[in-house]
């Protein structure tokens, strides 16, 4: 047998709260304060709230503290640490876009430098991925090669693949008994 809740004291805020709620979250924080003095176990009012057990401990602590969540709270997430506004990555993306729609390829190398050069700083070639993610931007196809890849050195090692390693071999068998 589980230990009786506590927090008698809180029911009326709660049910007030439970009248007054505008979100899905006040609501419950709300109703984790009112089923356990109900006569509920805690796993049963995770169960009926749709949270964890641990959650619901959680938002009773909340409410008995006196944290309340309001109607007006702003919305968690966005942008929080950016280095530019969309407005300022849009301008600095304007001459890129204007040559892809050319038919020019967009290489990401030289804009991160250009745009460490614009900010000042060092920046994570992930940060350029994302800010052209952010821009709809879409990788349609891989590259064919890499920039300063040279084709005729790599066909001479093509060519000139030493044929005693044991998996060249067995591949060669492999192409004879097909052929």
């Known amino acids: ?3 009786h809740a506590k927090g008698d004291e809180y029911v009326a805020a709660a049910y007030e709260a439970i009248a007054a709620a505008k979100t899905v979250e006040q609501l419950r924080m709300a109703q984790a304060v009112v089923l356990p003095l109900q006569g509920m176990s805690v796993a049963e009012t995770a169960r009926i709230l749709g949270i964890s057990p641990g959650w619901v401990s959680k938002l009773r602590g909340q409410f008995i503290g006196g944290k309340r969540l309001e109607a007006d709270e702003a919305p968690r997430g966005g ?5 530019q506004t969309p407005d300022e990555e849009t301008e600095f993306l304007k001459p890129y876009l204007e040559t892809a729609q050319t ?4 290489v990401v190398p030289p804009l991160k430098a250009e745009w460490e050069k614009r900010l000042g700083r060092p920046i994570a070639l992930s940060t350029v991925y994302r800010m052209l993610h952010r ?4 990788k349609l196809a891989p590259d064919k090669r890499h920039v300063q890849a040279d084709a005729t050195a790599q066909e001479e090692w093509k060519k000139n693949f030493p044929s005693g390693s044991p998996r060249s071999s067995a591949i060669g068998k492999r192409k004879d008994r097909s052929g």
């Open 135 to 138: 821009h709809g931007w879409r």
């Open 1 to 3: 047998m589980g230990r």
């Open 103 to 106: 038919g020019g390829v967009l």
């Open 79 to 83: 942008r929080f640490h950016s280095y």
